[in-house]
């Protein structure tokens, strides 16, 4: 039976003016009730009149506008659609009057018993109240209840009942009733609350579970085990990943399972903690031991008493068979919005995979250190070879004279273990000493090894050593041969001379290398931009197949010092940004030159030092300096022809120094 009810006015106690479907006023029904004892429904005149659906929100919306899938509107708008389980006819009868009476629509339907109530909720659920009988046909009492308050659509339920017991009436309420009635002590105008509170109830109960289930279906989601117990260890969440965790038995990042007690508590099944207790110090747990529930149990226990965190602590769990599993742990206290404690929250997340990619690294950084260890000796090996062909002893030049004609003083420092500049000092003849100062680009083993391929060429150049420029046009040629099989480019300047100890005069060419300095008395002299003509160059070594290097002379005197040196010495960042260059070098060496050589050398290499940005040098270092001691006193004839003050047109002061690369040697 279905019918919807329009509101039903009564004038007078004779009925006067009664709409159709409405009770007489100042009458009451009394209905023998059955087994639950006389009934007795008030009319519904007595009751004042409900407020009109069009002022009351649409409670079976979602939020949006929506109409929900559980709760999709009634076939009339506002209109609120309502299943009666009533056997009794003259209930029947009697809760339809009071429908009707009510100030909003009602649309309703009556099944007598709960089979055909429940079929109609799984056929239709556009239902929005349950009015339900406990005792039918074909169920009793709470049985009743429980069977309709799984319905499919979660449809509110209003208990009618006969009997008056305040117990019972608790018990269905906290299965899930809105409200208990008692037969004959409600009217319309209760039974109307009833329904709209219950069905708002009902609505804001669906979104509150609804929150709770998108939040349990998300923490379901995550990887790492969330928990939360109270302050008497009780489970109050916990999410699939922990649950799962606990009733494998690993327990390592969640701690200890009531619902997983059997697997974990079995015996020799649980695990045993070490003593580093609270911190975020990591723990090792040994599996197997009985202690480890009891210890993991105190261990959440803590922390819900005492408010005190737990951090990010790593634990390792060790089965029996070996395997381990780690585990990072963090505890926090739970609490109201007052700050009350009111128990723990555990967060645990399995970080095995990462503490074995950090084995894996460590064992190879171990094995990269231990390499490095080896390249390091290497190195060092290397380095100590790569010294030892750095002249130890000078011989003296000539041989049987008592005091040698030039002396020799050197500096070398590497950029690093290896470098790619050196220098060589060979005796040529009797009478005459070959000087060879190279700079191999870049530096490491590279150019060491260059250095090394230098060294040995210019060993193997002895019937060129006296014509300095034929000497490096075969050393390029050489070079060439085997740099051009590299990758990458690679070149070597280089600055070759020979020196006679009869005469003083140095012949020299240059393979693109720095000029030297010369220090004559107190003055000091480099190469001057543009002086001296085209060609006192040649390109450095290996670049080209064919190169010819121009040969120039140098008169030196007694006293007179030539400084040998790589661009490393100036190429240096100073702390405003700019280089040092080789101009900056000549004051220094001008304001030392009352020192001997040797202390020269090493407060040149100090003054760079403090004016570098780093303390330090960038590029390899090498410093060859020759000191004319005791010079014989024959000359060449054609330097006789010429005069010192006066090369090609150019002044050379003997009161000072300079670079004889503005005259050619013919």
């Known amino acids: 039976?279905?019918?919807?009810?329009?509101?039903?006015?009564?004038?007078?106690?004779?009925?006067?003016?009664?709409?159709?479907?409405?009770?007489?006023?100042?009458?009451?029904?009394?209905?023998?009730?059955?087994?639950?004892?006389?009934?007795?429904?008030?009319?519904?005149?007595?009751?004042?009149?409900?407020?009109?659906?069009?002022?009351?929100?649409?409670?079976?919306?979602?939020?949006?506008?929506?109409?929900?899938?559980?709760?999709?509107?009634?076939?009339?708008?506002?209109?609120?659609?309502?299943?009666?389980?009533?056997?009794?006819?003259?209930?029947?009868?009697?809760?339809?009057?009071?429908?009707?009476?009510?100030?909003?629509?009602?649309?309703?339907?009556?099944?007598?018993?709960l089979a055909d109530g429940l079929e109609r909720l799984r056929q239709e659920p556009r239902i929005d109240m349950v009015l339900c009988d406990l005792s039918l046909p074909d169920s009793q009492g709470l049985d009743t209840f429980s069977q309709i308050c799984l319905n499919p659509g979660r449809v509110p339920v209003v208990v009618l009942s006969g009997r008056d017991d305040e117990q019972l009436a608790l018990k269905t309420v906290e299965m899930g009733g809105q409200d208990y009635l008692v037969k004959g002590r409600f009217d319309a105008a209760l039974l109307g609350r009833v329904i709209r509170y219950g069905i708002t109830r009902a609505e804001l109960d669906r979104r509150i579970e609804d929150e709770r289930s998108l939040f349990k279906r998300v923490i379901d989601q995550l990887p790492d085990t969330i928990y939360v117990k109270d302050l008497e260890g009780n489970y109050l969440l916990d999410n699939i990943a922990h649950a799962l965790g606990e009733s494998s038995g690993n327990g390592g990042s969640a701690g200890f399972s009531e619902r997983a007690a059997p697997a974990h508590n079995a015996s020799g099944a649980t695990c045993r903690i070490s003593p580093a207790e609270g911190g975020n110090e990591e723990r090792r747990i040994l599996c197997g031991h009985p202690r480890a529930g009891e210890t993991r149990e105190w261990d959440d226990e803590r922390v819900a008493r005492t408010g005190i965190p737990v951090l990010n602590r790593t634990e390792v769990v060790e089965h029996p068979g070996g395997e381990k599993h780690w585990y990072s742990t963090?505890?926090?206290?739970?609490?109201?919005?007052?700050?009350?404690?009111?128990?723990?929250?555990?967060?645990?997340?399995?970080?095995?995979?990462?503490?074995?990619?950090?084995?894996?690294?460590?064992?190879?950084?171990?094995e990269l250190r231990r390499k490095n260890l080896e390249l390091e000796e290497d190195l060092e090996m290397a380095r100590e070879v790569q010294l030892a062909f750095f002249p130890q002893q000078y011989r003296t030049f000539p041989r049987t004279a008592p005091e040698p004609a030039f002396r020799f003083h050197s500096r070398y420092v590497p950029a690093e273990a290896l470098g790619g500049d050196f220098f060589h000092v060979v005796q040529v003849s009797d009478r005459s000493v070959g000087v060879l100062i190279c700079d191999v680009m870049g530096h490491g083993v590279r150019a060491a090894l260059v250095t090394a391929l230098q060294r040995a060429l210019a060993e193997g150049m002895a019937d060129v050593a006296g014509i300095p420029s034929a000497f490096l046009a075969k050393m390029n040629g050489a070079l060439h041969g085997i740099l051009r099989r590299l990758g990458s480019p690679l070149f070597s300047t280089a600055f070759y001379g020979v020196a006679d100890v009869e005469t003083g005069l140095l012949r020299y060419a240059n393979a693109g290398h720095p000029a030297?300095?010369?220090?004559?008395?107190?003055?000091?002299?480099?190469?001057?931009?543009?002086?001296?003509?085209?060609?006192?160059?040649?390109?450095?070594?290996?670049?080209?197949?064919?190169?010819?290097?121009?040969?120039?002379?140098?008169?030196?005197?007694?006293?007179?010092?030539?400084?040998?040196?790589?661009?490393?010495?100036?190429?240096?960042?100073?702390?405003?940004?700019?280089?040092?260059?080789?101009?900056?070098?000549?004051?220094?060496?001008?304001?030392?030159?009352?020192?001997?050589?040797?202390?020269?050398?090493?407060?040149?290499?100090?003054?760079?030092?403090?004016a570098s940005r780093t303390g330090g040098f960038h590029d390899d270092v090498c410093i060859l300096a020759v000191e004319a001691s005791k010079l014989g006193t024959k000359t060449e004839p054609q330097a006789d022809a010429q005069s010192e003050e006066t090369v090609q047109g150019q002044t050379v002061p003997r009161s000072g120094a300079c670079i004889a690369e503005h005259a050619t040697l013919t």
């Open 330 to 366: 963090t505890k926090v206290p739970f609490r109201d919005r007052s700050g009350r404690l009111l128990g723990m929250i555990g967060i645990g997340r399995d970080i095995t995979e990462t503490k074995l990619i950090e084995a894996q690294l460590l064992e190879s950084m171990e």
């Open 516 to 610: 030297p300095i010369f220090l004559k008395s107190s003055r000091a002299f480099t190469e001057r931009s543009g002086e001296g003509g085209g060609g006192v160059r040649g390109p450095a070594l290996g670049i080209f197949e064919r190169a010819v290097y121009p040969e120039r002379y140098l008169k030196m005197e007694q006293g007179d010092r030539l400084f040998l040196i790589t661009d490393g010495l100036y190429e240096v960042e100073t702390p405003g940004g700019g280089m040092l260059d080789r101009s900056w070098l000549l004051p220094v060496i001008e304001r030392n030159a009352g020192m001997e050589t040797e202390t020269l050398l090493d407060r040149l290499l100090a003054e760079v030092r403090s």
């Open 1 to 113: 039976m279905s019918e919807v009810a329009r509101p039903g006015v009564a004038v007078d106690g004779k009925g006067e003016g009664r709409r159709e479907g409405t009770d007489p006023p100042g009458t009451a029904l009394l209905q023998p009730g059955g087994d639950e004892g006389p009934v007795l429904f008030l009319p519904a005149a007595a009751s004042p009149r409900l407020e009109s659906p069009r002022e009351l929100p649409d409670l079976r919306r979602e939020a949006g506008g929506k109409t929900g899938a559980e709760k999709p509107q009634s076939e009339e708008e506002g209109t609120v659609s309502v299943l009666v389980l009533e056997d009794s006819r003259l209930d029947r009868e009697l809760l339809e009057r009071m429908l009707r009476s009510l100030a909003f629509p009602v649309r309703w339907e009556v099944r007598d018993r």
